[in-house]
């Protein structure tokens, strides 16, 4: 299969990096000097992804204000011969073909996804939640699409989690193929520890088929009104062969705020620039 366009789930209300994200959506937060949403949009491109399907809540525009033209910003840049920085400005209108779709109440990522499926229409398709932010050898969506190309079915991003971790995941019941590549044959949304069917979860990362959208469209609500992923993942699983890929290299949880402050951390020190100076700020702070 062929994947062309993502759609990035970022509609929901980030109640957990409150008051940050009060007035700036949580996915405009950065991961040291770039905003979650690019650094996401720029792994869907270099992993072959033409076009971006945005979900945003209504009145929430910075998120796709971000890749459009600054003119003001840009002039000025030009006109002090900031060449540099007007590069890096422009860089971010140039990234992709975006799109949005609009989901009025987060009522879950099922939901989410479902707002995208008239802007996806009847192909497959990428989704990302563009809190999870990767870090490896190769772009961990693309690493998912080499899966769905060769066996031509869907696949979603598995981590092993401790046991401390297990009741805050999608958990999967798995037939292993190989390692690292396993069919999906049960899935629970948040199990307690003793009713979890392994330690692997599911992460921000999924392709997916069209023949998802009626799945989700026909599920019920659950707790709180909202329509799970999970239980659409669930009824495409007795349908088809639905996999799931331990990705390669680090992921970070920006949405919590241990996770955002690792994320800082683990990309800044990535940055001949800034990896010094921030060395040298953690050992004495460890030593201390
Ligand atoms: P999360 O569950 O991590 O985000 O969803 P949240 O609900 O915004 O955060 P908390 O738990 O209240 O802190 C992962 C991604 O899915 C989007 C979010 O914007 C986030 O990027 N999302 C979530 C939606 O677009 N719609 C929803 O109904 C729920």
Redesign the pocket.
Same mark, same amino acid.
């Given at each position: 299969m062929k994947v062309r366009k993502a759609v990035i +789930? $970022? $509609? !929901?209300? !980030?109640?957990?990096?409150l008051p940050a994200s009060k007035v700036i959506?949580? %996915?405009i937060l950065p991961v040291v000097d770039k905003p979650a949403i690019q650094v996401v949009v720029e792994e869907a491109v270099a992993s072959g992804i033409e076009e971006i399907i945005l979900?945003l809540s209504p009145g929430r525009t910075t998120v796709l204000q971000h890749f459009q033209s600054a003119p003001e910003l840009e002039r000025l840049l030009e006109q002090r011969l900031k060449h540099d920085l007007l590069d890096i400005v422009r860089h971010t209108n140039r990234l992709a073909r975006f799109n949005t779709a609009h989901?009025h109440e987060? +009522?879950? +990522?099922g939901? $989410?996804v479902l707002q995208a499926r008239e802007a996806v229409g009847d192909e497959p398709f990428a989704v990302i +939640?563009?809190?999870d932010i990767f870090d490896g050898p190769r772009p961990c969506l693309r690493q998912l699409l080499d899966i769905a190309e060769t066996e031509d079915a869907p696949v979603v991003a598995l981590l092993r989690v401790p046991p401390s971790e297990i009741s805050k995941y999608g958990i999967v019941a798995v037939k292993t193929v190989r390692p690292r590549l396993h069919q999906l044959i049960g899935m629970v949304e948040k199990p307690p520890l003793d009713q979890a069917p392994s330690d692997l979860a599911i992460m !921000?990362r999924y392709v997916l088929t069209p023949d998802i959208f009626p799945l989700l469209a026909a599920g019920k609500p659950g707790a709180g009104g %909202?329509i799970q992923l999970t239980d659409g993942l669930l009824a495409l699983s007795a349908r088809r062969k639905l996999y799931g890929y331990e990705f390669e290299g680090e992921r970070y949880d920006l !949405?919590d705020r241990v996770g955002f402050l690792t994320a800082q951390i683990g990309f800044g020190l990535k940055r001949p620039e800034l990896a010094d100076r921030l060395r040298a700020y953690l050992k004495t702070v460890l030593s201390s």
């Open positions: +789930l $970022a $509609a !929901g209300m !980030g109640t957990r990096m959506p949580k %996915e979900v989901q987060p +009522l879950g +990522l939901h $989410a +939640l563009p809190d !921000g %909202e !949405g």
